[in-house]
């Protein structure tokens, strides 16, 4: 009996950088969690231990800080092309991907003005980018991920398949929540910095203006809003869990609920996604 | 051998609660998760699973519902304390502890304006409230936690004590980051919403301006800034875990560390807490 | 205006330890994570930053990798009795709480034996202790944290009090499940290990074999079959969340639910707890 | 301009299913959490909200319920397949993905003897499956995730690759600890609980046995270790955290470190993977 090992990979997640970047009217903030993973000409250690072709991963977190410290981070997606290419100066390296997650820090805005060094922590939305790079190509993904958003209105959710298993009856107005990711690529060389803001803005506008006919139909509606509005963009998936607002059932309590009284739950959810590209 | 009930108490934790009230303009939306803790005449349920006095936890949450139908919800606070009147109309119930979590929405704004249905999630910050009730006293908590804020200068820590197990040396200039917990009493009714926000502007306000001498002077001066700005709030309580930022050392790889490149850790932290109120 | 400080303490949380200690047939591993808090003459680092008193919480960390590297850690309680009694030694320092959660792992048994150094992991249950000490006094408390046991019967929930908010019908045939709690206090020095084993299997078997009209009636059911077991124990706190196993209503789907198919929740949550002593 | 949707897919995620299975002797349990993602012929649900094609998430839910109380479960395998076929019967379904997750119960022994309907939770390790099927084909991929081992000793990590990057040296002896994940595909039909168990059992001891030269040989011989010992099995693919223990540099405390104290950390952390088959 033998046995051979097809595929391998390996690196180091969890790279947790903070920079600080000091100009003269004030400081910049920088919190990123990067992860690194190659492929390459590495069998020898997993066959026979034969460690000589690895760049350990602590040396990973190593190059992770010094390429920091050597000069301004700029955008996730600039200081991750500039990792891959590192990486790829070890000739045993074949592929590389970098993925960065941005945790997001607001400037704070103290007696009306932007304070010079103090900012308040972001969140549940994380701001993400990925490279996989080999030495003939590259693909570079942004994202968003854990938008949250919900509204009150202008969502249905009726005419669906009838079977025997269907219990749900029609709504005409339901609570749409969910808990948006979604991940791009490119046409072009683009200012990423602006094509997060151009997406962002274009995904919150749309979710809240549009009338929705389930989670498939908005889907369809946010994609296509980025690719208008946003010229960079080649191709976006949306991914949405349908985070269920419930309507209680009162009646037994001598109450009616004009729909207006809700169970908020986590699970089960639904999970709907779609890609969306520039047709040709 | 015979054994006593020295302490009992129950409830139902997690009651989350969704409520849409529906204005000309606009609408408004909840989020909270509610906690309700009974004590009071239940040890014939423990001792011999008598349990006619007791009330469900399933019936508690059916009476969080048919409340939150019956009107305007209001602040936390003052449906904390509506909920708290209505388990004392049970006459086996003795004390009653209600806590409420606010998950927070903001409405969006969407070409400049402030849209009627739609929000976005905030976080990781959270408005909470608690009730601790009898027939005769009631004592009420607000409070926020998770409010996670940094300022990357104005933060010392030196001159503490030197020991045989001390190893950190001074700094006089470190990255501050925590995530903060802060509960309050009154002194006399409020405007529950109001307090919130100003006890929140004033959080802010004061941490971003001081300079720090250590996580306990920290304390104190935000302490004394929110007792100073609010005259509603009796005591106040401030809990900072110390969010360590450990400057890299570079010089293993040919470079200076010019006090800008930083490993975020999440353990172990630092915990620290102090509690002010008015001198009499 | 002014402001009195009138509570603070500080420490280090999550300090997570490993140990190995060798012996000539086998190794024996620790994990434990520990948390020290401190109260004292520490008011001028919240009223001036005058930090000279102030054992930094890396000094703490120092402190317990130091004493572990001392001589065998032995059971987590007794080194929290070391830990306490190394921070009194600090005269500013007037008590100190330590406690210690114990990461477990279980010696593998390859080939039916006990192998020398391979552990696999245990969980969720995890040991806890605390010590809260001072010059005069000390406390200690042991406990179980997150033991999930689970009955598919003999539990029963039924005749509870009825009114105009109780919707959930009697039910003599339930699951019962839970993720315990536990916490004990001793009448005297005791072999710790042995204490911890004997609760463990006594709430175990008493969980199991009784007939459960309640998680009250279960937790005084409990609670009372530790105490006979283990005479060096003096008071034990049982806290059970009530994690709900809904029988689902099958009949709109052409079936009958013979008590067999539920959707596990994880909330809303009952929470019911009792603390039972010796009586004297 | 036009747009067109390239990938779209749905379903229900967090079906959580609790079942017991009455026998002479004994219960037996159940709780799996159960995913269900199709693909078909619903681009007009996204294109104008025409929903007729759409099965509902909550329908697709209401059908696990009824298929799970129709007869024994069996394995996670069967049922997945099970579902698989459920799913296919909608003429607008393509392709259907089912992943089970099962949480962990081990029946209690209580006085030696097996007890017939009281369980404890298991844990952190999850057995897990997956099946992707059409009307052609079906790939079942079966799993462990998050199998917690630890090794004091046999591990050494040395002669990996030296540049200006690295400033990790070589050690003969450190511990050596992960989280399992295993998935692995079938060359036939086989018992799928036993395949299971047999993996289980081939991992811990191939994990305990070996002299470990890095994480990519233990790879590598865990993942022959399967092939050997289960014929059933085709591929298996295993990734490995590096949960690092890092020995505490205790010198500038007066002491030294035998090898035996350690700081345990989460992140960053090593994160190798690997793909063994049997060569043809």
């Known amino acids: 009996m033998s046995f051979v090992l097809t595929h391998s990979a390996y690196g180091k997640s969890r790279v947790r950088l903070t920079k600080i970047e000091r ?7 920088f919190e990123w969690s990067i992860d690194v993973q190659l492929t390459g000409d590495f069998a020898l250690a ?9 760049v350990a991963t602590d040396t990973m977190k190593n190059a992770v ?19 891959s290419q590192h ?15 941005v945790d997001g820090w607001r400037r704070m805005t103290i007696a009306g003005r932007p304070h010079p060094h103090a900012f308040a922590g972001e969140g549940p939305e994380h701001r993400i980018c990925q490279v996989l790079a080999d030495r003939e190509t590259r693909r570079l993904t942004s994202g968003i991920t854990d938008m949250l958003v919900l509204k009150t209105t202008d969502s249905a959710w009726k005419d669906f398949h009838r079977d025997a ?9 339901r609570i749409l929540a969910t808990s948006l990711t979604a991940e791009w690529t490119y046409l072009e060389e683009a200012n990423w910095d602006s094509v997060h803001t151009q997406v962002h803005e274009s995904l919150l506008e749309s979710f809240a203006s549009h ?4 989670v498939q139909h908005t889907i369809q509606v946010m994609g ?14 949306l991914t949405m869990p349908n985070k269920h607002r419930i309507a209680m059932n009162l009646t037994p309590l001598g109450r009616e609920n004009t729909n207006s009284v809700f169970l908020a739950t986590d699970e089960p959810y639904g999970l709907i996604t779609g890609t969306l590209r520039r047709s040709t």
């Not at 296509?224 to 998936?237: F, G, H, N, R, S």
């Open 23 to 29: 100009h003269p009217d004030r400081h910049d903030l």
């Open 87 to 101: 990486f790829l100066t070890y000739p045993q390296v074949a592929t590389v991907l970098i993925a960065i997650t």
């Open 224 to 237: 296509e809003a980025v690719l208008k509005a946003v010229p960079a963009v080649a191709e976006i998936t």
């Open 46 to 54: 997993y066959s026979v231990g034969d460690n000589r072709n690895v």
């Open 165 to 173: 298993y269907r219990t749900l009856p029609d709504t005409g107005d």
């Open 65 to 83: 800080y010094a390429l920091a410290a050597d000069g301004p981070l700029g955008s996730p997606e600039s200081f991750a092309l500039r990792l």
């Open 211 to 214: 009338k929705s006919l389930g």
